[in-house]
């Protein structure tokens, strides 16, 4: 207890200070830029000691800045052949730009006159770049569904390795020891590789296809091209865990999951995402961390079986689910951070393979419930006929042969009643020959076996099948005084299919756990452009573009860290501490320096904005 009063002591540092962050100083490429416009600001990067600011521009030029000084020092015009749109540092002086000519340029920041290199490997749009000092491997991921991994020591142009492909990929990043490898979709989910072995990680992940195994997940309909990679998630895995993150706030059905960045520390994934609609744009937070998976932790599915998942997907996502002729079948990718609005077709057969079975299945489903409706129907009807006629039950011994002409018809009626409830109810077994196991373990459900309470002569036919044939049909022994329905018997009869008596969830299919502890809406503006958000060093706060300003958000209200204000159950909104409104233009990109409290913020008219405590 005195140890957590100490940290919510000097949580009130931390919150003074971030309070007082108001904008000091801007730049504009109108006042200081003499040869040519570089347009909006799609990324801003901090050297790793704060020493050096580099700006990623629309118009094909890079700017450095001395952050503290507020001063430009170089500009760089052409420096790629269409917009630049991220910027990385590998060391103190040596960084990399990647572009939408599908290039990524290594620089040196001593001498900014040409390339130290350019690497071609990319054939779409490259938007991310990660560096994994400990493998000493550049990953660069883009809009052609690829993760590239390059040996920056090799001087090799084209020396690269491809670690990972998949449709409808946004972003990948990096843990910040390389332990994870977190990757952002336009299909509404993260994908988390634990345990992170890049050397290793194309021969593990061979064929795996995220967006079939999610289509799956959707369904709990078995997909063998999918299924084929459960082990994937296995916790028994030592190296290159897969798992997918998929639980989103109740009215944020995420979509594109545009931008991506990591805890400082490691410990949640900050997301910002676009509604299929396009209606809404939302920040989360997921955690990250290791966990152990629990019985109870899987997740259900959001919508019960009688409503098909191909129905409400094309409903809600009527941009990536077409027919195979027209249109993608797979996910629709943003132009995003760019002016021309160009949708990229990442259709594959595989996928288009996983929907078609997945409608045949629900054909199947439909069929099956109609059968069963039917079954029920006509059980519920021979109960009905059973009960209008008055019931006398006979113990039927194997020596009771001493029996007199009444009672004789009477036993005869007995078993002539208890052979049309058997002959109904294999009608009803014969109707679901080719239902699913679970329908056939519904069936067993509802009906409830009598035995003769007198009776103390065992089965005929053994005490194995005592609970029911292994068939899956229900055996009625000689010593039966009768057979009744569950719902006839206590409640009213149920003339529908009863789908919440089906096990929801596929056992083969692995189920995701939920990740989400914090979310907020964002202002849904400036379409077509990813809003790149940040942590602060501490990773108390967080910056995120609003508008026409900043807005700083945080965990807490009190600036705690994330790991002691952790949400024990339900998702918890995040605190706004402040909003900053200086800029001109939408916002599209924040950073937060890795060794001063300073913020700078860059937007698409091309201004820049620094931000300090101040007070």
Known sequence: MAQLNSLKHTDHFPKGLYSSILPCHSWDHGENVRNATHGGVFNLEFSPDGSLLVAACEKKSILMFDPLCKKLIHAVDNAHLDCVNCVRFLDSKVFATCSDDSTVALWDARNLKSQIRTLRGHSNWVKYIEFSSRD?????????????????????ENGYNRVFQTNGLMGTRLHSDASKMIISTTGGYL??????????????????????????????????????????????????????????????????????????????????NISNDGSSEWTCIHDIQEREYCAGES??????????YVDSLSQSRDSSVQDRDGNSVGDVGLGANSSANVELNVSSVDEWEALKAIREARIHREREQKFAERAEQERYEAQRAERMRPKVTIPMYPGNLGRTESEQTNSDESSRIANSNKSCNNRNNNSNNNSSSGSVEWMQGRVVVRRNPDSNVPSSEGSNRADGSSNGSVHFSSHLSGVACNSISHQSPKMGFNFSDFPKLNCRIHQNIPRLTHYIEEQNVGEGFIKVSGFSADGRLICSPFGHGVRLLAFPPECSEFSV???????????????????????VCTKFSPQNFLLVSGCLSGKIVWHQPIG
Not at 210 to 222: D, G, H, I, K, V
Not at 575 to 581: K, M, R, S, W
Request: some cysteine; overall charge negative.
């Open 136 to 156: 000493g491997l550049l990953v660069t991921s883009g809009f052609d569904g690829n993760i590239l991994t390059w040996d920056t020591n090799s001087y090799s």
């Open 299 to 308: 997740e259900a599915h959001s919508k019960s079986e009688n409503e098909p």
């Open 565 to 587: 204000c952790h949400p024990d159950k339900a998702p918890v909104p995040l605190h706004e501490l402040a909003t900053n409104v200086s800029h001109n233009d939408i916002v």
């Open 191 to 272: 994908m988390i590789v634990h345990n992170l072995n890049l050397n290793m990680l194309a021969q593990d992940l061979n064929g795996f296809k995220p967006n079939m195994y999610r289509l799956m997940q959707l369904s709990q309909t078995e997909i063998p091209l999918a299924a084929e990679f459960t082990h994937l998630f296995s916790q028994q895995r030592k190296i290159n865990r897969v798992e997918l993150i998929s639980d989103f706030l109740k009215g944020d059905d995420a979509e594109v999951i545009s931008y991506l960045q990591i805890h400082p520390q490691g410990w949640c994934a900050m997301s910002r």
